[in-house]
């Protein structure tokens, strides 16, 4: 029986090109299997349906614009889809203003522009949806104002080295919306802020759920919760630990301190563990009112500071 031997060089040409046609697209639409080499462009593809962009692992500094459908940005492994520094429209790695969008498991980090707000995400129609996702050392980790009843949801998320008051006329914050529905947070970290607050939120329905606020390494920061023109709802079960590097340190929550735009006779805010880290100090209050309507607190577990107080 002859054998046959196949040339040395065709073979060293034959893998490659195979390794090359089974190496999966950066941006791939999961409901057809259409592969992009960029995000925007699997973002236009997408158009006005409903659809799943899968993100492959990897860094990516390039943006992208929603303006319609609904679109869920999906990481294929949690936590390996790093978005950093680009911005569109000079606001940030995603704008989001289709009839929905859902973000999980992305990374964004080092978010700066001229304005100061520079985010991990703007979002400024539909709702929204961010779950295991990261946003970290920028101006701003998640910013949107919408006069409609938005649904925003944020779980099991961490931002990190968040905010500024010096970089621009206006603070930043870690999260900063507003709009005429309702904001809820659950499971998620704020940790080493930069300046402004750790959540703002100018909303008439709020909830602020089993989460931590680590102040122990913040720099020039506000308030933890900054409800700026009132609200209802609840905050509870969450961890609060004080820092001794504050700009304004005389609230961890503060209700109504620009207005009173949204009724807040009867906002709970039970079951939370608050401290001081060391060296902090300022005899902060827990709740500052300035609302001056029924605040319900009860079962909170405070240690370096009082439980409330009323504000003109």
């Known amino acids: 029986m002859r054998r046959i031997v196949l040339p040395l060089l065709a073979l060293a040409l034959t893998a490659p090109a195979a390794a090359q046609q089974q190496a999966p697209a ?7 299997g259409e592969g992009f080499d960029t995000l925007d462009a699997a973002v236009r593809a997408v158009g006005d349906r409903r659809a799943t962009i899968v993100i492959a692992p990897g860094t990516y500094r390039e943006c992208a614009v929603q303006e319609a459908g609904f679109i869920t940005f999906k990481a294929a492994v949690p936590g390996q889809a790093i978005f950093e ?13 289709g009839r929905g969008s859902v973000v999980d498991g992305l990374v964004f980090r080092g978010y700066s522009v001229n304005d100061g707000n520079g985010a991990g995400i703007r979002i400024e129609t539909g709702d929204l949806v961010v779950i295991n996702s ?19 949801t944020i779980d099991r998320s961490t931002f990190s080295g968040l905010g500024q008051c010096d970089q621009a006329p206006n603070c ?22 930069t300046g402004g607050h750790y959540v703002k939120l100018r909303v ?49 929550i503060v209700i109504a301190a620009e207005g009173k735009t949204y009724p807040s006779a009867g906002l709970r805010i039970e079951d939370n563990e ?13 709740v500052a009112d300035l609302s001056h309507q029924r605040i319900d607190l009860a079962n909170n577990r405070l240690t370096g500071m009082r439980p409330f107080e009323v504000r003109r």
């Open 26 to 32: 950066r941006f791939t639409i999961a409901e057809s």
């Open 85 to 97: 520094k680009e911005t569109c429209e000079d606001k940030a790695a995603l704008v989001l203003r």
């Open 134 to 152: 990261m946003f970290l050392d920028s101006q701003e980790g998640i910013l949107g104002g919408n006069p409609s009843g938005q649904k925003i």
């Open 172 to 193: 930043s914050h870690s999260i900063y919306l507003a709009n005429q529905g309702e904001v809820i947070v659950t499971r998620s970290r704020f940790e080493r802020g």
């Open 204 to 252: 008439p329905h709020v909830q602020i759920l089993d989460s931590s606020f680590d102040d122990s390494q913040g720099h020039n920061t506000n308030y933890m919760v900054d409800l700026s023109e009132g609200g209802v709802g609840l905050i509870a079960r969450n961890i609060f630990v004080q820092g001794p590097n504050k700009e304004n340190g005389s609230g961890l």
């Open 274 to 286: 608050a401290s001081m880290a060391p060296g902090a100090g300022g005899d902060p209050a827990f």
